[in-house]
């Protein structure tokens, strides 16, 4: 293991008091709920009025990520964020600072639409399933099961089976009720 391990897991500040402007970007950043480099984009853009170049990315990355440094548009920028936040005058959920965040969303796109499609999905599938219940029998003896339909409780002929009930002898029989007695 290393000494600066050993120094982290003795002394978790001591990366803090050692460059207090990366902490003063990350303190701003924990506060708008993004990620540091995130928060240099914003800074980036603020600052400059244009997007980071792709060179420009790989680059900043490198300085800020892997040798600490803090470029001064960066260090303003989240010095104003950290006075705001302090002051009670910014939002961290205002869609503005989750600009390079792709997986940050404040409403779902056509959400409304998508959640009455879903429902009238749903009202047809039971609804249709209803009607295709009702339809299916004639008309039932009772309204609890077994659903035996009336006109072959008063023919006689007995209550037919399925063809396979789980019994392994029944093989699609009627069965045969004794007069005046109810299944």
């Known amino acids: 293991m290393?000494?600066?391990l050993w120094k982290t897991l003795l002394r978790p500040d001591h990366e803090e008091q050692k460059n207090p402007d990366r902490t003063e970007v990350t303190r701003a950043a924990n506060y708008l709920q993004i990620?540091?480099?995130q928060l240099l984009q914003l800074a980036y853009h603020a600052w400059h009025g244009v997007d980071l170049s792709e060179?420009?990315?790989d680059k900043l990355f490198h300085?800020?990520?892997i040798d600490g440094v803090v470029p001064y548009?960066?260090?303003h920028y989240a010095r104003n964020i950290n006075q705001l936040s302090e002051q009670g005058g910014i939002v961290?959920?205002?869609p503005a600072y989750h600009r390079y965040d792709h997986d940050y969303h404040t409403s779902v796109p056509n959400g409304v639409r998508k959640f009455?499609?879903?429902c009238g999905c749903l009202i047809v599938f039971l609804g249709g399933g209803l009607i295709l219940a009702n339809t299916s029998i004639k008309k039932s003896a009772t309204i609890f099961p077994p659903y035996f339909e009336?006109?072959?409780l008063k023919s006689g002929n007995g209550v037919p089976e399925t063809p396979d009930n789980g019994r392994p002898d029944s093989g699609g029989r009627t069965v045969d009720l004794p007069s005046g007695t109810r299944p």
């Open 116 to 118: 009455l499609v879903a």
């Open 63 to 65: 300085q800020h990520m």
């Open 150 to 152: 009336t006109e072959h």
């Open 73 to 75: 548009w960066a260090r």
């Open 35 to 37: 990620g540091e480099f």
């Open 55 to 57: 060179k420009s990315f």
């Open 2 to 4: 290393s000494w600066g």
């Open 92 to 94: 961290d959920h205002d």
